[in-house]
């Protein structure tokens, strides 16, 4: 079984968004508050996150993380990898390299914004360990196998993720601007698929609300879900009307496949 927790689910402002004073960001509804987009999918012996943005210290100490084998990496954005840094905590306690897996233009991306990262511990020094590993193919920790999927997004190289563990399977695509045929493909048969929404009006990197609905119409999972949302989209007023079958995400949310 693959258990799932969402640690964050705003876009790349995170929710409340600074200097805005929108009925959203003034609200105090605890499903209004997101982080930077980021989840944590465990079986019964891993853990994994996917996405270290510039919340993560904030979201290993609220969502209780204990322990990290892998990190897998969307793309080089900064919501998605800035906190990349405070992965050394798991690497210390864990007193080994922590594998951090995403495409090749990915992990130059990542040398060049933490050069001092290193693979042993050298006295003296507080530096995380990694292992920047290339992902192309299918990988597996445990008992979940994760398999990049392309998509568009910004002109960058990004991928989404489906997830396949041993009694369910689900997708996860944060930062998207549509799906190639291919794409669609390996999203087929999944028990939840989690697709971002940026907002109501049209952007030319991410998905809108209506185009993300659309899509996950076409992906048809058992379960959707929404993130990587900004302020424009308020729980209490779009939860309640959104088609059956799909649900705003939140920080915290827990599901299991
Ligand atoms: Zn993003
Ligand atoms: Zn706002
Ligand atoms: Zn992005």
């Known amino acids: 079984m693959i258990r799932l927790k969402f640690l964050g689910t705003g876009w790349s402002h995170g929710v409340p968004t600074i200097g805005c ?55 080089q954005h900064a919501d998605h990898v800035m906190g990349l840094d405070d992965v050394r905590r798991f690497s210390w306690i864990q007193k080994s390299p922590l594998p951090v897996y995403a495409e090749g233009t990915v992990l130059k991306r990542l ?52 997830i396949d563990g041993d009694t369910g399977s689900l997708g996860y695509v944060p930062d998207c601007s549509g799906f190639s045929d291919e794409a669609l493909a390996q ?9 971002n929404a940026l907002r109501v009006e049209p952007h030319p990197a991410h998905l809108s609300l209506e185009q993300s609905l659309e899509w996950l119409g076409r992906i048809n999972a058992k379960r959707s879900l929404l993130t990587h949302m900004g302020c424009p989209l308020d729980y209490e007023a779009l939860n309640p009307q959104l088609p059956e079958g799909v649900e705003m995400a939140w920080d915290g949310l827990q599901l299991s496949v």
């Open 21 to 75: 004073t929108c009925p959203v960001c003034t609200d105090t509804h605890p499903r209004n508050y997101r982080r930077r987009s980021s989840i944590q999918v465990m079986d019964d012996a891993y853990s994994v996150v996917v996405d270290v943005g510039p919340d993560f210290r904030d979201q290993a100490l609220s969502f209780q993380i204990q322990q990290l084998d892998a990190v897998f990496i969307t793309h």
């Open 187 to 195: 999203l087929e048969d999944l028990d939840v698929m989690i697709l």
């Open 111 to 162: 040398s060049e914004l933490y050069p001092y990262v290193r693979q042993a511990r050298t006295g003296g020094t507080a530096v995380p360990l990694i292992h920047f590993t290339p992902w192309q193919h299918p990988v597996t920790v445990g008992s979940m196998t994760f398999t990049p999927i392309e998509v568009p997004h910004a002109g960058m190289h990004c991928v989404g993720i489906r």
